[in-house]
């Protein structure tokens, strides 16, 4: 039973364009939101993450938006490029130590 | 890679055979972590480390044992290994930055390992 739901499964957009990702979760002690980018070969690494004490945290091209009362949360790519083709996993953890993942979306940026 | 390294990177072995993943990181943080990537279920949490010889389960840690007898290193057993335990296998650490609510986990490159 998977803690944190994510959709889209996969996405393909042009270049310039905005990529959206979503997820919810149902347990209410989740307190630490963040989001992971793996490339191929690799293992995940950190991208951006949020408490739920803010709605919105942006770092340049990448922004968490978060809803508490819905329970969900989701990152969106601005100017999407083709270097950001990766999957994308959403995660989250109370007090951060042991973290939940979602099932992760495939994003793929046309030139 | 933060320090992490992965053993080995790549293994083929056949089903019912023991099989011992091991993860060594560089750092001297306390807490470790094993995850299995799977297509559809993104990364689960098999068993983790918090600290010389304490360990707890995961979401997934049946057919898996771990230990940890030095800081540095936390490996992964499958005792007998199945068809249905073919996957990437990540290890990560919880790097502290200050804070308490501000600890990345930080993954290795991952094995990949084929049952047959």
């Known amino acids: 039973q998977q803690q944190v739901k994510q959709s889209p499964q996969s996405l393909i957009v042009q270049k310039g364009g905005i990529s959206i990702i979503n997820c919810a979760y149902e347990?209410?002690?989740?307190?630490?939101f963040p989001w992971y980018q793996q490339f191929p070969g690799k293992g995940p690494a950190l991208l951006i993450a949020?408490?739920?004490?803010?709605s919105e945290k942006k770092e340049g091209r990448f922004t968490i938006s978060f809803n508490k009362s819905a329970k969900q949360f989701s990152l969106h790519i601005m100017d999407s490029q083709p270097g950001d083709s990766a999957t994308y996993f959403c995660a989250a953890s109370k007090d951060d130590y042991k973290l939940s993942f979602g099932a992760g979306t495939t994003v793929t940026v046309r030139a | 890679d933060a320090g992490i390294t992965q053993s080995p990177r790549h293994k083929v072995t056949e089903t019912g055979t023991p099989v011992t993943l091991r993860c060594h990181q560089t750092e001297n943080h306390r807490y470790m972590y094993w995850y299995r990537q799977d297509p559809g279920h993104g990364l689960r949490l098999i068993h983790y480390s918090y600290g010389v010889k304490d360990t707890d389960k995961g979401e997934v840690s049946d057919g898996y044992s771990v230990s940890r007898s030095k800081t540095e290193d936390f490996l992964l057993t499958l005792e007998s290994a199945t068809s249905s335990q073919t996957s990437v296998y990540f290890c990560a650490i919880r790097r502290r930055q200050g804070a308490t609510y501000n600890s990345p986990l930080h993954f290795g490159n991952g094995t990949r390992l084929t049952v047959t």
């Open positions: 949020i408490r739920p004490d803010v």
């Open positions: 347990n209410t002690a989740f307190d630490y």
